[in-house]
C-alpha cells in the first residue's frame, strides 16, 4: 500500500516538504498549488498509511512526517540496491575501458 501511496506525485512532495520541518495545511496548500480540500485528502492518504501525523496547535493541525515506516521501505529495499549499485559500477567500468571511436 506505500508504493500506491507514494505514487503520487503530490504526495512525494508533501513528504519532500514535511522532511525539513512540520508544517500546517496552509502552507502545504500554497507550496503545491492545490486547493485546501486537496491537500487534506492527500494528508489524509499518507496520515491512514502511517507516513506522517498530526498535532493540534491552538486552532490549526501542523503535520510531520513519521520516519519509521520509510525506514522500513529503505530496509526492505536495501538489498535491490546493493544489487543494482553493483551492476552500475560494473557498467560504468565496462564504459570507461571502452575505445570512445567504436
Not at 519509521?68 to 529495499?77: A, I, N, S, T
Not at 543494482?84 to 567504436?102: G, K, V, Y
Given at each position: 500500500?506505500?508504493?500506491?501511496?507514494l505514487a503520487e506525485p503530490h504526495r512525494r512532495l508533501i513528504l519532500d516538504v514535511l522532511r525539513d520541518a512540520e508544517r500546517?495545511?496552509?502552507?502545504?496548500?500554497?507550496?503545491?498549488?492545490?486547493?485546501?480540500?486537496?491537500?487534506s485528502k492527500h494528508l489524509r492518504v499518507l496520515r491512514d498509511a502511517g507516513l506522517v501525523e498530526a498535532r493540534v496547535d491552538a486552532q490549526r493541525r501542523v503535520y510531520r512526517v513519521r520516519p519509521?515506516?520509510?525506514?522500513?521501505?529503505?530496509?526492505?529495499?536495501a538489498p535491490d540496491r546493493a544489487?543494482?549499485?553493483?551492476?552500475?559500477?560494473?557498467?560504468?567500468?565496462?564504459?570507461?575501458?571502452?575505445?570512445?571511436?567504436?
Open positions: 500500500m506505500v508504493f500506491e501511496v500546517p495545511v496552509g502552507d502545504l496548500v500554497g507550496i503545491l498549488r492545490v486547493s485546501q480540500p486537496a491537500v519509521e515506516p520509510l525506514r522500513q521501505l529503505d530496509d526492505w529495499l544489487m543494482w549499485t553493483a551492476h552500475l559500477d560494473a557498467l560504468e567500468c565496462h564504459l570507461d575501458t571502452m575505445d570512445p571511436s567504436t
